[in-house]
């Protein structure tokens, strides 16, 4: 199978992890969305021009990062990222879309919102986003207050989404006062998968913030 994708994009992190944490063989093709001429010729592989887009062995074109993990479990259930628990892998998904949609809908928020100059800052929208944001952060800190992992002590494809989505909030907004969520980033980062995904990322998101027209807050290289 054929992965395309970026090292610094999070939603490619989010099947890199899933390919590492189940020690499958695949070709990566890295994309570059900043040259014009790459970009169209991957717009012919995924129309929407996202990244990834996974190739299966058949030549079957998925796209979405979370529908891509859930064919990986197919592919192999060796290790399993989808709990088969019924109640579980509704917990799962119900706290996948929180990360997805408040967690890194707020984070983009917030980057956008940064890059305005100062006295177009902070508009209604921002501000419920963050409202959102903070919501969902203190969700995910109450249930993580016993658990290992977000749905317990099975590693699962909400984790593979929590790992970069996690990484990137901290540039533009600061959870170490949640201590059950920054443990939990903690013990992602000590994973050999994320670890080797959040290394292979560093160089081209350091790059990526060094271009800004406002520069993020600085936590050196160690965001990740
Ligand atoms: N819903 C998509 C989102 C993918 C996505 O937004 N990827 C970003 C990189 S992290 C991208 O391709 N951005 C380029 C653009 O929007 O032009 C998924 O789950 O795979």
């Known amino acids: 199978m054929k992965l395309y994708y970026a090292p610094a994009s999070s939603y490619s992190q989010r099947v890199l992890i899933a390919l590492y944490e189940k020690e ?3 070709t990566p093709i890295e994309v570059n969305l900043f040259d014009a001429e790459s970009r169209n010729q991957y717009s012919e592989i995924n129309r929407f021009g996202k990244i990834p ?13 979370n529908i891509i993990i859930e064919y990986l479990d197919s592919y192999q259930n060796d290790i399993l990222l989808i709990p088969q628990d019924s109640n579980v892998n509704l917990e799962m998904r119900m706290l996948d879309r929180i990360v997805d949609v408040y967690i890194n809908g707020g984070r983009e928020a917030l980057f956008k919102d940064g890059q ?30 016993n658990r290992t992992w977000l749905v317990g002590e099975q590693f699962t494809a909400a984790d593979c989404s929590a790992a970069p989505t996690l990484a990137y909030l901290r540039i533009v907004y600061d959870y170490e006062h949640l201590l059950s ?14 670890a080797r995904v959040f290394e292979s990322g560093r160089e081209q998101m350091t790059q990526m ?9 600085d936590r050196g290289s160690s965001f990740l």
């Open 53 to 65: 887009t996974l190739i299966t062995d058949d030549g079957e074109v998925l796209l979405e990062a």
């Open 116 to 145: 305005l100059p100062p006295e177009e800052r902070g508009k209604k929208e921002v501000v419920k986003a963050k409202r959102l944001l903070e919501s969902a952060c203190n969700l995910l800190d109450e249930k993580l207050a």
């Open 209 to 217: 913030l060094s271009t800004l027209k406002y520069p993020v807050k």
């Open 181 to 194: 969520l920054t443990a939990y980033f903690e013990r992602l980062k000590a994973k050999p998968s994320v």
């Open 24 to 26: 499958l063989d695949f």
